[in-house]
Nanobody
Framework: QVQLVESGRGLVQPGGSLRLSCAAS????????MRWYRQAPGKERELVAS???????NYAESVKGRFAISRDNANNTVTLQMNSLKVEDTAVYYC?????????????WGQGTQVTVSS
């Protein structure tokens, strides 16, 4: 059974930092690309950062230079380090895995964790 469990929710002031983690189980984490998304109130869910099985990373323009995604294959976790946070980073953050089985892609999402940036 595939499970993704996010942690690290919090309230932080603008300019502050927060670290989110996603604990994965039930699939071959080491060979799976992982992604972080976010969804702000009234907006569509957007891709924030991704990391391939080989460790290559990509970021949305809005978070480049401020956020860093990493993975720990020994502990099946993917982390999003968020620095220099802005009010507009306020959202529910989700981690996602896409598994390919017999040529069909299955998407799995965590339950989400709230990040609020406010003074």
């Amino acid at each position: 059974q595939v499970q993704l469990v996010e942690s690290g929710r919090g309230l932080v002031q603008p300019g502050g930092s927060l670290r989110l983690s996603c604990a994965a189980s039930g699939f071959a984490f080491r060979s799976t690309a992982m992604r972080w998304y976010r969804q702000a109130p009234g907006k569509e869910r957007e891709l924030v950062a991704s990391i391939t099985s080989g460790g290559n990373t990509n970021y949305a323009e809005s978070v480049k230079g401020r956020f860093a995604i990493s993975r720990d294959n020994a502990n099946n976790t993917v982390t999003l380090q968020m620095n220099s946070l802005k009010v507009e980073d306020t959202a529910v953050y989700y981690c996602k895995a896409v598994l390919i089985r017999i040529g069909i892609a299955y998407e799995y999402w965590g339950q989400g964790t709230q990040v609020t940036v406010s003074s």
